[in-house]
């Protein structure tokens, strides 16, 4: 009789690894993505899985909050960062699958008004601060906070203005303080103004910062070595680097590494 228990121990317990492990293999692949490129990778996502038949999904937020969040055990499979800086981090600390560092985009920082007449006169309504509120992502967060700033500061307007800067913990709530009129203007990416149905499409002027006032916001991503989702993790990485999704990414206004 002991014998017989032993057995059917072993065979439960070996049936219950076996679909714990089904489980995970059948995990769908969960990406941490800077919200900046939301719309990007949701039309990517939707190819990947008409392509392959797996499920991906993303949660999107500020890159130092994602990464945050990453370092406490967040189980992301993979990390798409709105900078380089994060995700080379990620690699000294040991939180990277070597060898899976890819540069997938370099964005544009564009300033959006749905009221004044940015897109011809910007550095002179800048100047004049003749507003009440001008929006930005916490550049402590965010890279295209922290290109904004680099604009600000390097047209002579940072302390002109300091006072009147709201800060949004993400690059979507900065996109919002100005398409619900809680800023008259505000520092976006140009995919947001690209996104279909975007408010800011047929609303207002835009202005696209010229390069050469701020650091490039190349845009780095990484599959995380937490992962157990590892191939699937790949083959979406690799999928990233098709033609479809090259084309996705041109079409959202950022530019595609060659």
Excluded at 25 to 36: F, K, M, S
Excluded at 108 to 137: G, M, N, Y
Excluded at 179 to 192: H, I, P
Aim: aromatic share 8%; glycine share 8%.
């Amino acid at each position: 009789m002991l014998m017989v228990r032993v057995v059917r121990v072993v065979v439960i317990c070996m049936i219950l690894s076996g679909t714990g492990l089904a489980a995970a293999q059948g995990a769908p692949l969960t990406i941490a993505v800077a919200a900046n490129f939301t719309q990007a990778i949701e039309d990517i996502g939707a190819g990947f899985e008409a392509k392959t038949g797996e499920t991906v999904r993303f949660s999107f937020g500020a890159t130092g909050q994602l990464y945050a969040q990453i370092r406490n055990g967040a189980p992301f499979d993979a990390f798409f960062s709105a900078d380089t800086k994060t995700p080379k981090l990620a690699m000294q600390e040991g939180l990277a699958e070597p060898g899976s560092y890819v540069v997938y985009a370099r964005g544009k920082l564009v300033l959006w008004s749905p009221a004044l007449p940015v897109k011809e006169q910007a550095r002179q309504v800048l100047h004049a601060a003749a507003f009440q509120h001008l929006a930005i992502t916490n550049p402590k967060v965010a890279p295209y906070g922290a290109a904004a700033m680099d604009v600000l500061n390097k047209l002579g307007d940072t302390q002109r203005i300091q006072d009147k800067l709201v800060s949004g913990n993400s690059i979507t709530q900065t996109f919002q303080f100005v398409s619900t009129g809680n800023a008259e203007l505000g520092f976006v990416a140009l995919s947001q103004i690209l996104a279909p149905n975007s408010p800011a499409k047929d609303k207002g002027q835009i202005w696209l910062a010229p390069q050469d006032l701020y650091a490039p916001i190349d845009q780095a991503a990484i599959i995380l070595k937490r992962t157990n989702n590892l191939k699937l993790a790949q083959e979406f990485m690799a999928y990233l680097r098709s033609p479809d999704a090259q084309k996705i990414i041109e079409r959202y206004g950022y530019e595609v590494p060659r």
